[in-house]
Every structure is written in C-alpha cells, then in structure tokens.
C-alpha cells in the first residue's frame, strides 16, 4: 500500500493498493521518462526498444493532456492475471469546483445528470463512509500507442479503453472530488474491479493516521460485489 498526495494543495489522500505507482507529476518530463524506461525494461527485457520508446513517449503525451485538464494526481497499475497476462491501466484524480450542497442528494442529482446527457453510460451509487459515491462506467475508442506519435494524416489505429468513473462530493460542499480508471485491457475488467473498490476506500478528505483501527471502513468485498454485479 502507498499513500498519494495530490500535486496541488487539495485536501485529499489515496491510499493505493499494491500495483499501483504515482507518477511525479512534479517532476521534469525527462525524468518521468527515465524513470518509465527503467519500469518497462525491467517488465519487458526482449521487447523491441523502438516499442519501449513509444511506450515512454506515447505515456508523457498522456500525462500532458491530463495535466491541461487539471489531473491533481496520475497514478499507474499493472498486474498479472492467472493466465500470466499482464494488464495495465491509469488512474487520474481532478478536483472541480461545484456547489454540491445538499450533499445528501448529492448522488441522485449527479446520477439524473449523467444518465440525462449519455445514454452509453453504466451509472450506479453507492454509500461509503466518506460519503454517496457515484460511479459511470463507459467504453471510448482511443489511438494505439503508435498512432500517437504518427502523422496525422495518416491512419490511426485505434484500440477499445473501458474507463470508471467515479465521483465524490468534498465533505465542505463546494467541489467535487473525480476519478477515472482507464485501460484497454478490456478482457480483465472484472479482475480489475476489486482493486478498483480498493481504491475507492482508500479515498479520505483528512489526514492519514497511522496505526488508528477506523470503524467506519466499508467492508472491500461488499464494493467489490456490487461493482462487479453492476459493471461486471
């Protein structure tokens, strides 16, 4: 487990499962790069270098356009399945600006928005001790690697990205606390699902307290059923 703080000054912490790694959005690009070039290495030593480059420069592409849109904290996750398949993904934070008061209704309203604006959208809430949570799970077309760093004029590959959304209202009531799991993995989305729900308990609007039992934890598995029935 890994605790993750937002970039910016948000009153905020991710405790994160194993698996997943921050990224310095702080950092110099090139020292993000370095730093991804020695991960995939170590993952993948025969894969082709021209590959692994892509990889490198096609995940700063990301980052910069996440960064544009306001991401508060950029996480990576990458694990084994039983088949020994690997699957990887993206977790982005945003923190928005928005009267959400009365937070009781909070999830209601949000839900008749979402569903109102997209009908291609999975939508549920559920009830953490942090408060409603409101989660949207969808399917976009997003350019392969390669076709990030091609030329436009020519024809982009593109590969199906499955992504969760999820939201939060801030206990104070005036933002609205986003996060948006993304991959392309799409075959391992219900292995995924529980981590997912980890991540979600793992959200808290106050300082972290080590070594202090919370009696308001929600139980993980009761999420991850839920999540799996619903989005599964």
């Given at each position: 487990?890994?605790?993750?703080?937002?970039?910016?000054?948000?009153?905020?912490?991710?405790?994160?499962?194993?698996?997943?790694?921050?990224?310095?959005?702080?950092?110099?690009?090139?020292?993000?790069?370095?730093?991804?070039?020695?991960?995939?290495?170590?993952?993948?030593?025969?894969?082709?270098?021209?590959?692994?480059?892509?990889?490198?420069?096609?995940?700063?592409?990301?980052?910069?356009?996440?960064?544009?849109?306001?991401?508060?904290?950029?996480?990576?996750?990458?694990?084994?399945?039983?088949?020994?398949?690997?699957?990887?993904?993206?977790?982005?934070?945003?923190?928005?600006?928005?009267?959400?008061?009365?937070?009781?209704?909070?999830g209601e309203?949000?839900?008749?928005?979402?569903?109102?604006?997209?009908?291609?959208?999975?939508c549920g809430?559920?009830?953490?001790?942090?408060?409603?949570?409101?989660?949207?799970?969808?399917?976009?077309?997003?350019?392969?690697?390669?076709?990030?760093?091609?030329?436009?004029?020519?024809?982009?590959?593109?590969s199906t990205?499955?992504?969760?959304?999820?939201?939060?209202?801030?206990?104070?009531?005036?933002?609205?606390?986003?996060?948006?799991?993304?991959?392309?993995?799409?075959?391992?989305?219900?292995?995924?699902?529980?981590?997912?729900?980890?991540?979600?308990?793992?959200?808290?609007?106050?300082?972290?307290?080590?070594?202090?039992?919370?009696?308001?934890?929600?139980?993980?598995?009761?999420?991850?059923?839920?999540?799996?029935?619903?989005?599964?």
């Open positions: 487990m890994s605790l993750a703080s937002a970039t910016i000054p948000v009153p905020v912490w991710f405790t994160l499962p194993e698996g997943f790694t921050e990224i310095a959005l702080d950092a110099k690009p090139e020292d993000r790069a370095a730093q991804l070039g020695e991960t995939l290495h170590h993952l993948y030593p025969s894969a082709p270098v021209f590959e692994k480059l892509t990889a490198v420069a096609a995940t700063e592409i990301m980052i910069q356009e996440l960064l544009a849109q306001g991401a508060i904290s950029i996480s990576t996750f990458m694990y084994k399945r039983a088949d020994g398949e690997l699957c990887s993904g993206m977790l982005s934070a945003f923190a928005t600006e928005q009267n959400v008061q009365p937070i009781s209704s909070f309203r949000l839900l008749g928005e979402l569903t109102s604006t997209a009908d291609d959208l999975e809430i559920i009830k953490l001790a942090i408060g409603p949570v409101v989660l949207a799970s969808r399917d976009t077309q997003t350019p392969d690697f390669a076709s990030l760093l091609g030329d436009e004029a020519q024809d982009q590959t593109v990205q499955r992504q969760l959304e999820a939201y939060l209202p801030f206990p104070h009531g005036r933002s609205v606390l986003q996060l948006l799991f993304t991959t392309t993995d799409v075959e391992a989305w219900e292995d995924l699902l529980p981590v997912f729900a980890e991540v979600l308990n793992g959200v808290s609007f106050n300082p972290p307290k080590k070594n202090v039992d919370s009696p308001e934890n929600e139980p993980r598995a009761a999420v991850s059923d839920w999540a799996r029935k619903e989005f599964g």
